[in-house]
């Protein structure tokens, strides 16, 4: 007895033949799941798509013209659109890992710390020298990430004031880190 073709196997499927379906998986499963694996590399995911492939095969089996297409063409045609849309779907992206985003700062000279941890200490002091409500206002603003109007509401106060509050509070830093009295 000749074994049956990949054609006549889902001719058969078309009929809702079990047991040519069965043969039609055996013969051709394993192959669709090597192309699918081998597009999206990963073994969980291509037996999803590989299910789902020979799932869409039995259901549209009926649609399967043999003048237009190889039993074969027409299901890794299938199996390839599978991919393609899981994929999509998934948006996975393989990070190309020579992306400049990916290469590391140099580190930094023992020169540029030192700076920075001075101007930290600069800027901290000046701080200090704030009057409280101005302090409070750029401490809330900027290490607190607060808007305005959130520390006009904390602060109960007017947001005109806040604002003001911020501005004289730039004012008077930049005026002691410049190294110069008050305004």
């Known amino acids: 007895m000749t074994k049956p073709s990949l054609s006549d196997l889902l001719k058969r499927a078309a009929e809702r033949d079990r047991e040519a379906f069965r043969l039609l998986y055996a013969a051709i499963g394993p192959r669709v799941k090597g192309f699918v694996l081998a597009r999206c590399r ?23 013209d043999a003048g237009r297409a190889s039993a074969e063409t027409w299901i890794f045609t299938i199996a390839r659109n599978r991919v393609v849309d899981s994929l999509r779907h998934r948006r996975v992206v393989e990070a190309d890992q020579r992306d400049p ?83």
């Open 101 to 183: 985003q990916f290469v590391p700062d140099p580190p930094e000279s023992l020169d540029a710390v030192v700076d920075a941890q001075k101007r930290a200490e600069r800027i901290g002091a000046a701080l200090d020298e704030l009057p409280e409500a101005q302090r409070e206002v750029l401490v809330q603003s900027f290490y607190e990430a607060l808007s305005y109007p959130e520390i006009a509401e904390r602060e109960g106060v007017a947001l005109g004031t806040v604002k003001s509050r911020a501005r004289l509070a730039f004012q008077r830093l930049r005026a002691i880190l410049a190294g110069e009295d008050e305004p």
């Open 42 to 64: 990963e073994e969980g995911l291509a037996e999803e798509i590989t299910q789902e492939v020979l799932l869409t095969v039995w259901r549209r089996a009926d649609r399967y």
